[in-house]
């Protein structure tokens, strides 16, 4: 199966529609207030009327625990999927089972790929640890545990630090379901950049196309090189 590619962090009709223009499967919305990327509800239930009908609309929430607030903002908004980026329990999930929801974890070096399992969601994404931020960091984290994670699930969706220049290497060791793409693809914090943005989808095409064909790296590959 193709990767697929989630552009997130987008504040504008013109930054998601060319995401999708380029290639994107999905564009995702921040709804967190503490992010540099976070936009209004009311703002996004507008994008979300010119997008197209088949596009994949993803809300980020961190640490919503009024479910009510949750449920509402997906109403109004028209998401496809909800994903979770905070601290949210399996049992908080699974109250959202009416909706497709992504549990997003933090991996740092103590994180144990077998954690995964504790969440009975669609999709589970990885990535890097940050003690003040929540996605959006441009940090990398160990690729190895993500492929350690993925026998746990049945689909995984790589993030942190993901950009023009590393994304094959990426796909190629992980073989992800997924990869979730924000600061790298960016010009500053909300404004995505479209050379850089095009670049990257351009590399997935071709990765896409590459992985068919030789298989995926191995770690050793790619840890020294």
Request: net charge neutral.
């Given at each position: 199966?193709?990767?697929?590619?989630?552009?997130?962090?987008?504040?504008?009709?013109?930054?998601?529609?060319?995401?999708?223009?380029?290639?994107?499967?999905?564009?995702?919305?921040?709804?967190?207030?503490?992010?540099?990327?976070?936009?209004?509800?009311?703002?996004?239930?507008?994008?979300?009327?010119?997008?197209?009908?088949?596009?994949?609309?993803?809300?980020?929430?961190?640490?919503?625990?009024?479910?009510?607030?949750?449920?509402?903002?997906?109403?109004?908004?028209?998401?496809?999927?909800?994903?979770?980026?905070?601290?949210?329990?399996?049992?908080?999930?699974?109250?959202l089972s009416d909706f497709t929801?992504?549990?997003?974890?933090?991996?740092?070096?103590?994180?144990?790929?077998?954690?995964?399992?504790?969440?009975?969601?669609?999709?589970?994404?990885?990535?890097?640890?940050?003690?003040?931020?929540?996605?959006?960091?441009?940090?990398?984290?160990?690729?190895?545990?993500?492929?350690?994670?993925?026998?746990?699930?049945?689909?995984?969706?790589?993030?942190?630090?993901?950009?023009?220049?590393?994304?094959?290497?990426?796909?190629?060791?992980?073989?992800?379901?997924?990869?979730?793409?924000?600061?790298?693809?960016e010009s500053k914090p909300g404004?995505?950049?479209?050379?850089?943005?095009?670049?990257?989808?351009?590399?997935?095409?071709?990765?896409?196309?590459?992985?068919?064909?030789?298989?995926?790296?191995?770690?050793?590959?790619?840890?020294?090189?």
């Open positions: 199966m193709a990767v697929k590619v989630k552009i997130c962090g987008n504040t504008s009709y013109d930054d998601a529609a060319y995401a999708l223009d380029c290639g994107a499967d999905a564009v995702g919305f921040v709804f967190y207030e503490k992010s540099s990327r976070h936009v209004a509800p009311s703002t996004v239930a507008e994008i979300a009327k010119k997008l197209p009908p088949f596009a994949v609309k993803v809300g980020v929430f961190v640490n919503e625990f009024d479910l009510a607030v949750v449920r509402s903002i997906a109403e109004m908004c028209h998401l496809s999927v909800i994903q979770l980026h905070g601290g949210e329990s399996p049992e908080y999930c699974s109250r929801v992504v549990k997003a974890l933090r991996v740092n070096d103590d994180f144990d790929p077998a954690h995964v399992r504790d969440f009975a969601v669609p999709a589970i994404l990885l990535d890097a640890y940050d003690a003040d931020t929540y996605g959006g960091t441009g940090r990398l984290f160990d690729w190895s545990k993500a492929v350690a994670a993925k026998q746990y699930v049945s689909s995984l969706i790589l993030a942190g630090g993901l950009n023009p220049e590393n994304v094959a290497q990426a796909i190629k060791l992980v073989k992800p379901y997924g990869i979730d793409v924000c600061s790298g693809v404004q995505k950049d479209k050379l850089l943005l095009r670049s990257l989808l351009n590399e997935v095409e071709r990765t896409r196309a590459d992985v068919g064909k030789t298989g995926p790296l191995s770690q050793n590959q790619w840890f020294n090189g």
